[in-house]
């Protein structure tokens, strides 16, 4: 099977598994505020990712759903963190703001809606790892024990930081990929974002899974 077909494949496979977690959280009710976010993140995702999915069969430019994308991505994951990370509200959602600002002018003035918004995703994608590397910090400065294979935030925390770090590459280079004929490593580097997409939704359902003990 050529590369592209193969990418193609892997890409479909991947916005339909944004549904695993999303079934789970639904399953697995759980009150807290940080999981509500979560559930409302894998809700917005997956009706995204099914409707850029569908038009994608049929030829139809689906960039502008990549802008809403980041958006959701954006608010929700920023959200989730500072509550996970339990930091200051008021200076955090300062910065949620700025980030904002940054999405929205990036669309208007820089990437349209018809072009995908590498900057904007790109630098999403590292505000994520930024926040899951300083989750494992707290981590290891916590005094008490912590058995982290039983720790559905571990897991979690562990997906996001795998599709965002898989991702950064796809969306640092993204329009020069996704404006291009497929043919080569690099033209269908789409795989990449693809995959670990793939694995963040299936370690964040695990994760998910656990809560079920706690």
């Not at 409707?51 to 994308?69: E, G, P, R, V």
């Not at 999405?103 to 926040?131: P, R």
């Amino acid at each position: 099977m050529p590369l592209r077909d193969i990418s193609i494949l892997v890409s479909d496979i991947s916005d339909i598994s944004e549904l695993i977690p999303l079934i789970l959280l639904m399953i697995i009710n759980n009150n807290e505020l940080k999981f509500k976010i979560l559930k409302a993140y894998f809700f917005l995702t997956s009706i995204l990712k099914m409707y850029a999915l569908i038009t994608s069969k049929f030829s139809i430019n689906n960039m502008h759903a990549y802008h809403f994308l980041s958006i959701v991505e954006l608010i929700s994951m920023y959200s989730f963190y500072v509550i996970v990370l339990n930091k200051k509200r008021n200076l955090f959602f300062f910065g949620l703001f700025s980030l904002l600002v940054f999405n929205i002018l990036n669309t208007l003035l820089y990437h349209k809606f018809n072009e995908f918004n590498n900057l904007a995703c790109g630098l999403n994608a590292s505000i994520i790892i930024i926040f899951g590397l300083n989750y494992y910090h707290q981590i290891y400065n916590r005094t008490d024990n912590v058995q982290i294979e039983k720790d559905p935030m571990f897991f979690i925390n562990a997906g996001f930081l795998i599709y965002a770090s898989g991702s950064f590459f796809t969306y640092l280079f993204g329009w020069k990929i996704l404006s291009q004929e497929a043919i080569g490593l690099f033209h269908n580097a789409w795989l990449i974002q693809s995959i670990s997409n793939i694995i963040k939704n299936i370690v964040i359902a695990y994760g998910v899974w656990l809560m079920r003990q706690n």
